[in-house]
């Protein structure tokens, strides 16, 4: 099992934009601290524990790296920002083959159950049950460029202002980076006066339905590509239920899937 899967968890193209990444190891002249391990090895018993969905007690032998070596690495990467970079690492490279749609951007959430930690609150479509709720902005073509964290209670609008000011100054085929998507579609949730003045004054042309006006079902040629972006994240079985303490744990993990769904089509464009 142990080479084999590896490879498909974690191939070389992958590992050549994680590897620059990393945080430099240093050893000390006096002796002690956190011994090297192997990156690649732990990176992908990270990968796996967020696509088997598996508690790190349970992560298999094979890959060479202890359970407890494995959280130690993983929350270090959190705190030193490591997902978000490799998750711009992968958008730059496909802005710089124009794969990365401008045209509109679309917002939504979805909730998963939270059995504790901090990020969390009474979920009101699911019997007052805790949980936590995911906010994701992704491209025209379903790309996810940014994403957030709050509890189930939070109101999806509020997620919208800080996903725009999110969205990382990514490469272009040509030209400078960009960051700012030509119009932005979100279902009546998001509306507000505020909220499309705010919008129009950076140069983004607001498209979302006006409440007791406009049925969301009009975005519905547009919404698929949104809860399809979603549908990707969710295929990562530790997302399903949030077991995480810590919510930027979580959040790592939601920021590493976005990361592999956006290396998913780059791969698809150098086969």
């Known amino acids: 099992m142990g080479v084999g899967l590896s490879q498909r968890l974690v191939p070389d193209e992958l590992w050549s934009l994680v590897a620059p990444l990393l945080p430099s190891f240093a050893s000390r002249p006096q002796g002690g601290g956190t011994a090297p391990v192997d990156e690649r090895a732990v990176f992908t018993a990270v990968v796996y524990v967020l696509t088997s969905g598996c508690a790190w007690r349970h992560l298999p032998e094979t890959f060479g790296v202890s359970p407890a070596t494995a959280h130690r690495r993983f929350s270090a990467w959190t705190k030193d920002g490591l997902w978000r970079r490799l998750h711009q690492a992968v958008l730059d490279e496909l802005g710089a083959r124009g794969e990365v749609d401008w045209t509109s951007a679309i917002v939504d959430a979805a909730s998963v159950r939270a059995k504790k ?3 969390t609150g009474r979920n009101p479509v699911d019997r007052g049950k805790k949980g936590s709720k995911l906010h994701v902005l992704a491209a025209a073509q379903g790309l996810p460029l940014t994403l957030g964290v709050s509890g189930a209670n939070v109101h999806d609008s509020q997620a919208l202002l800080p996903l725009v000011l999110g969205i990382p100054a990514i490469r272009s085929r040509r030209g400078p980076r960009r960051r700012r998507p030509g119009r932005l579609r979100a279902d009546k949730a998001y509306h507000s006066a505020d909220r499309l003045k705010w919008l129009r004054e950076r140069g983004i042309v607001p498209r979302i339905a006006r409440p007791g006006i406009e049925s969301s079902e009009r975005l519905g040629r547009h919404r698929w590509k949104i809860e399809r972006s979603i549908s ?23 920021g590493l899937a976005a990361a592999l769904t956006c290396y998913k089509k780059l791969a698809k464009l150098t086969t």
């Open 117 to 119: 930690g901090s990020l």
């Open 232 to 254: 990707w994240l969710f295929g990562y079985r530790r997302l399903t239920v949030r077991y995480e303490r810590k919510g930027s744990h979580f959040l790592a993990f939601l």
